[in-house]
């Protein structure tokens, strides 16, 4: 139903930066939240940033302060900037955005993972 193309991973150095994308298509009627998800070697996937409908927002506490998470509501798309990159935010990186359908139906969609690398 809705398609999530993510884009922006990469290999970087550490200290680096890097912004993913995450843009969602369909016949969407609105999204509720957008958020990022990412599964590191040998680990389990996790939350990283996640923004709501609302004004809130979370991050996990590896990234707080490095990393932010944005939207463009216009383009059904949301963001995430990575600052200061360390060699263990290494990852895939996966886009998860709920929301509703033009059928007014409820959706869950995954990207499809985009490979963020930092070297030491």
């Known amino acids: 139903q809705v398609q999530l193309v993510e884009s922006g991973g990469g290999l970087v150095q550490a200290g680096g930066s890097l912004r993913l994308s995450c843009r969602a298509s369909?016949?969407?009627?609105?999204?509720?939240?957008m958020g990022w998800y990412r599964q590191g070697p040998g680990k389990q996937r996790e939350l990283v940033a996640t923004f709501t409908s609302g004004t809130s927002t979370n991050y996990a506490d590896s990234v707080k302060g490095r990393f932010t998470i944005s939207r463009d509501n216009a383009k059904n798309t949301v963001y995430l900037q990575m600052n200061s990159l360390k060699p263990e935010d290494t990852a895939v990186y996966y886009c998860n955005v709920t929301g509703v359908l033009s059928d007014r139906r409820r959706f869950t969609s995954w990207g499809q993972g985009t490979q963020v690398t930092v070297s030491s």
């Open positions: 369909g016949s969407i009627f609105m999204l509720n939240v």
